[in-house]
């Protein structure tokens, strides 16, 4: 995620309306998710060339000596690699929504203390910002973000959801890797496959959380006058 948006103003506004230490909070609420969206980026690039790196110009025969162990198994340590950074890359999305929260409450009410989730942001600071509430709601109640908090809380909390990587030959994207079916709290998901699921998400998100910037910047306008 990358942005040309000069957020002077809209830190002037903080301060005005909370204070320095507000000012301060939401400077490293914004940098936090910028650093976020990069590493998310990072590991899902990573992601993906060491999935490619699986194949590495190898001829059918000899990915199924090496999955054999003969002369030995190259494939398991890349595999072991690439679902380190897709797992790594689904916890730096969730933190996203996390830190979004601080930012939202610490622009509009101040709170420095704040230490909870989006979805506890209080609807209390939400009647005259329809704009912001109806953002929140389309960054929560999604399926996609559904599948990456239970991604991130099942590896959290239980276990890391098991990966596949398939090797399918004379494919025009011949190794991918999936996140095998699992469940969590009486729901179960599906598999999916890792990059298109990443990459979606990354771009998802992306969008609305640009969105939310603005909108806190025009709130804000309006507030300190």
């Excluded at 998710?33 to 590495?56: N, P, T």
């Excluded at 990966?163 to 095998?180: C, V, W």
Aim: hydrophobic fraction near 40%.
């Amino acid at each position: 995620m990358s942005t040309d948006w000069n957020t002077l103003a809209f830190r002037r506004n903080v301060q005005k309306l909370h204070g320095l230490e507000a000012k301060v909070q939401l400077g490293l609420c914004l940098e936090s998710v910028l650093s976020r969206f990069a590493h998310g980026a990072y590991h899902i690039d990573e992601f993906s060339r060491l999935v490619d790196k699986a194949i590495d110009g190898r001829e059918g025969y000899e990915l199924v000596a090496e999955l054999l162990g003969r002369p030995e198994n190259r494939i398991m340590p890349i595999k072991e690699q690439a679902e380190a950074h897709a797992i790594a890359a689904v916890q730096a999305l969730h933190s996203i929504s996390d830190i979004l929260g601080t930012m939202i409450v610490v622009t509009i009410q101040g709170d420095l203390n704040w230490s909870k989730y989006l979805k506890d942001v209080p609807r209390a600071l939400m009647p005259k910002r329809v704009e912001l509430e109806r953002l929140i709601g389309t960054f929560l109640d999604n399926d996609s973000y559904r599948r990456l908090d239970a991604l991130a809380n099942q590896a959290k909390h239980r276990n890391i959801v098991e990966t596949s990587l398939m090797i399918i030959l004379h494919d025009t994207k011949p190794a991918r890797g999936e996140f095998i079916s699992f469940s969590r709290k009486g729901k179960t998901y599906s598999s999916v496959e890792i990059l298109p699921f990443l990459n979606a998400e990354y771009a998802r998100q992306a969008e609305i959380v640009m969105a939310v910037f603005r909108e806190l910047e025009h709130l804000t306008d309006d507030e300190a006058g």
